[in-house]
């Protein structure tokens, strides 16, 4: 019994055997059996394009594959990834066949597999997930171009240089060489791989389900076979005369740099690819898997561990697959059951399906795998890189890799991406206008002692005695800068003129500085913190008897805190806000969105949306409930300001969030019928649609992007959002502006304990969880 299990009475012992019309389950799911049998159609054919892009042994693609499936998908802590050779590894191995030949590539793969089982032991996993993105994409990237330069040859009918430049050299010769047949199935291979995806229509849908790899091959396969062209087609020797690991031979420099490479590439491809099948896994519709969030620590040594055995063996460098995972996630797979049985398919292909695997032509393989190449340059990427303003890292990544090398592309780029960073953070912008005799002095980007000259020089131009705004616009500002301008500020005003700071100062963090009044705390600093402002109320004295004159004393507490509070807003807000709430008195509110939630005072809305005056328009009731319009008892409050918001204030959108622990949602599952008619109790009936839709089997009930509701309150309350978002699209002004195009509905959650927010997706069936940076995966931000 496990420790945690409540005890119980002892039951009598069961008959022998099932009992009548009992039907035995099978141990793996239907769905992890799907799913393995899509993820080895994909497998296959890559695998065996892979080692022949490499130059290995074509067996040792096999010998990779099913090393990932059985031993990473074992041991690996994403349960969901599928390992076995990847085209990220593709131009490092082929590299060290070249320098060392093969046996030795196999013991460094040994080796470097022993390398990722020492970091995983250090629980260094995450420390990965620290290269910029833009360095992995750009090395990505320069190993794709890589790829496709090289297999270009083998379409062509030729045969690859072991370098990018000798391969460009080389083209305009084979373009001049051509071998029909080579290309006639490449061209065969892309056509498929290109029109296979977009048939149309429901028989499109059906032939969909297989794998576009394998009927592009299966398809050049079928061709060759019957027109008779005399093609170079897949060679496995027998198994009894592969090829395993040797003792490396060569310069021990080069051999630990050989190490290095292939321990970095396989480790970040492979951790990052089970960040991703944790942010695909989380927006999955359907059942949820009983798999949660990945254990990079421990998906770093079931890696190091495949890539063991697969070194041992004989087999290529294993990493995590993102097309064979991406597929493996798509076809429901369930538990890490998928994985491992297309381990075993690939072994029983290995040693079953000989003879049809060598009527394959390698120039099918080649087309195959530089569509791969092809498909590493992404533009998603591209377009990603671009918008974060990396494209020098991007590009300096992938031309080094492309010329230098993947380990002296990597370096390349992380030494550009840091300086880049240097750049940013030393980059200040410091400009200096008079406008209708006020002097605006503005500040964009970090405040440090690099600026502190420019900062002086133009502080100084300000005349004495005139009005002067210093607008910040950043988010740091150092000792040094703080004192300059601390220093300025008090002898402008010594000298009759005024000056006022502005913009973002209540936000910029000051390195070593603190606040000269009893409490200036920074906005939503811990409640903690801010309670230590000030001194705590005297205790009650003891021998008090009477609630009277404790109840007395209480609310004399509880006024003189309000008064401080008051106090302080007055001394220390006030001022900073005055400019902005004049504006708003003058201009009226245009609030671009109704945010309608539970009065629960955890609840702060202006905290967890980091909004302003002016920004919601809040409306707040116990239970965040919408009551249906026409509803017998119902409530007009809510539908009043509804349509104050759409129709009058013309609000953009309309949020309903719901929070973990809301008494509302314990009260209804608590709630007995026939009970006291009181007031909570009748406002609470509005709630009883979300209490069906929960207890409704035939509908999917939502749920947290990588986890299942902690209980029956809290998938209670995720319902709840989703049903009063069903009661807010029944209410007519909201109907008509949806029908317009001028309104969209969020649902939201906030986990108070956690303080994390999730955003519901356009499912309507699973809350995505918001990043620090604000972004989070599109399909969970986009309007329901």
């Not at 003058?586 to 905290?607: I, K, N, W």
């Not at 509804?642 to 204030?649: I, N, T």
Request: glycine content about 12%.
């Amino acid at each position: 019994m496990s420790a945690c299990a409540p005890p119980h009475p002892q039951q009598p012992p069961l008959p022998h055997g099932p009992p009548p019309g009992h039907r035995r389950q099978f141990p793996v799911a239907g769905a992890d059996l799907s799913a393995s049998l899509t993820v080895f159609l994909i497998a296959l054919p890559l695998s065996l394009g892979i080692a022949l892009a490499t130059g290995a042994p074509l067996q040792a693609g096999l010998v990779a594959a099913a090393a990932g499936g059985l031993v990473a998908g074992r041991l690996g802590g994403c349960p969901l990834q599928v390992s076995g050779p990847a085209a990220g590894l593709t131009v490092v191995t082929a590299d060290l066949i070249h320098r060392y030949g093969w046996r030795t590539t196999c013991g460094i793969t040994v080796l470097a597999g022993l390398a990722q089982l020492g970091l995983g032991c250090l629980r260094v996993a995450r420390g990965a997930l620290a290269v910029s993105p833009a360095v992995v994409h750009g090395m990505l990237a320069g190993i794709g171009i890589t790829i496709a330069v090289a297999q270009l040859h083998i379409v062509l009918g030729g045969s690859p240089d072991s370098s990018v430049l000798a391969n460009l050299r080389a083209l305009p010769a084979q373009l001049a060489a051509l071998h029909p047949g080579a290309v006639s199935m490449s061209a065969l291979t892309l056509a498929l791989l290109l029109v296979w995806p977009r048939l149309p229509g429901r028989p499109g849908r059906l032939l969909r389900s297989v794998p576009a790899g394998l009927v592009a091959v299966a398809g050049a396969t079928a061709t060759a076979a019957l027109t008779g062209l005399a093609l170079p087609r897949v060679d496995l020797p027998s198994w009894r005369s592969h090829a395993l690991a040797g003792l490396p031979e060569g310069p021990a420099l080069g051999l630990a740099a050989a190490v290095l490479t292939t321990t970095l590439v396989c480790s970040v491809q492979s951790l990052l690819g089970a960040v991703a099948v944790d942010r695909l896994l989380g927006s999955r519709p359907g059942p949820v898997p009983r798999v949660g969030r990945s254990d990079l620590d421990r998906e770093l040594l079931g890696q190091g561990a495949a890539n063991i055995v697969s070194g041992a063996l004989g087999g290529l460098p294993v990493a995590g697959v993102a097309v064979r995972s991406t597929a493996n996630v798509n076809s429901g797979a369930l538990s890490r059951n998928s994985a491992m049985l297309h381990g075993v398919l690939v072994v029983v292909a290995a040693l079953l399906m000989v003879p049809i695997l060598e009527e394959i032509p390698l120039a099918s393989l080649a087309a195959l795998v530089m569509a791969v190449g092809i498909q590493m340059v992404s533009l998603h990427h591209i377009r990603t890189v671009t918008r974060h303003r990396e494209v020098p890292v991007y590009a300096a990544t992938a031309l080094g890799v492309v010329l230098l090398g993947v380990l002296q592309g990597v370096s390349l780029g992380v030494a550009m991406a840091v300086a880049l960073a240097l750049h940013r953070l030393a980059r200040t912008r410091i400009t200096h206008a008079e406008k209708e005799g006020v002097h605006h002095v503005r500040i964009r980007g970090q405040l440090t002692f690099l600026a502190v000259p420019r900062l002086s020089r133009t502080l100084h131009l300000v005349p004495q005695g005139a009005h002067a705004v210093v607008e910040l616009d950043g988010s740091f500002m150092d000792h040094a800068a703080y004192e300059s301008l601390q220093d300025w500020q008090s002898a402008h005003t010594a000298r009759g003129g005024t000056a006022e700071l502005s913009g973002r100062r209540g936000g910029i963090r000051t390195a070593g500085t603190r606040p000269s009044t009893p409490c200036r705390c920074l906005p939503w600093t811990p409640w903690r913190t801010h309670r230590s402002c000030f001194p705590e109320p005297a205790a009650a004295p003891a021998g008090r008897e009477t609630d009277r004159e404790g109840g007395q004393e209480a609310g004399q507490e509880a006024g003189q805190e309000l008064a401080r509070g008051i106090g302080s807003f007055q001394r220390n807000t006030a001022p900073l806000v005055r400019e902005e709430l004049a504006r708003l008195a003058r201009e009226g509110q245009r609030p671009a969105q109704l945010f309608l939630t539970c009065a629960d005072s955890r609840l702060v809305t202006s905290m967890i949306t980091a909004s302003g005056p002016g920004d919601l328009f809040v409306v707040r009731n116990v239970g965040n409930l919408v009551p249906a319009p026409g509803e017998e008892h119902g409530d007009d409050s809510v539908a009043a300001a509804v349509e104050y918001a759409v129709d009058v204030l013309k609000v953009r959108s309309i949020t309903v969030c719901g929070h973990s622990g809301c008494g509302a949602m314990q009260a209804l599952l608590a709630a007995e019928p026939g009970g006291a008619a009181t007031p909570l109790s009748r406002w609470l009936r509005h709630g009883l649609p979300s209490l069906e839709r929960m207890a409704d089997v035939r509908r999917a009930r939502p749920r947290l992007a990588g986890r299942a509701p902690a209980g029956a309150v809290e998938q209670l309350c995720l319902t709840n959002v989703v049903q009063q978002l069903e009661h807010l699209r029944a209410h007519a002004p909201v109907a008509r502006a949806l029908a317009a195009g001028t309104l969209e509905l969020h649902g939201m959650y906030f986990h108070v304990g956690e303080a994390q927010a999730y955003l519901l997706g356009r499912t309507g069936k699973v809350f995505g969880d918001v990043r620090e940076d604000g972004s989070a995966a599109d399909e969970l931000c986009s309007p329901v």
